[in-house]
Nanobody, 120 residues
């Protein structure tokens, strides 16, 4: 099994920046792709950014050009650099990891989440 823990959630002003980090532990050798998802109150979970094991990033349309995902395999960590934050970015942010032998998204690993609040 893989355990994921997120850090860095905070309350910031519109236009500000924030960095989130995720640390993986356990059977980290089974991890393939990793990503960040978020879920705002009364809304469905959405993909924010992801990165393959080969370092290929992908971003959700709502954050493209503002957020940057990075991965450090040596530290077993995943980071999300967020800039030009907007109130609509307010949500709980979750770290996700794919199991290389998983069949679908139901087999993914998830962290507990870290809250981000953006206010005017």
């Amino acid at each position: 099994q893989v355990q994921l823990r997120e850090f860095g959630g905070d309350s910031v002003q519109t236009g500000g920046s924030l960095n989130l980090s995720c640390v993986a532990s356990g059977s980290i050798w089974t991890i393939d792709g990793m990503g960040w998802y978020r879920q705002a109150r009364e809304k469905q979970r959405e993909m924010v950014a992801s990165m393959t094991a080969d370092g290929i990033p992908n971003y959700g349309d709502s954050v493209k050009g503002r957020f940057t995902i990075s991965r450090d395999d040596g530290k077993n960590s995943l980071n999300l650099q967020m800039t030009q934050l907007k109130p609509e970015d307010t949500a709980d942010y979750y770290c996700q990891a794919q199991d290389r032998w998983g069949k679908d998204e139901n087999d993914d690993y998830w962290g507990q989440g870290t809250p981000v609040t953006v206010s005017s």
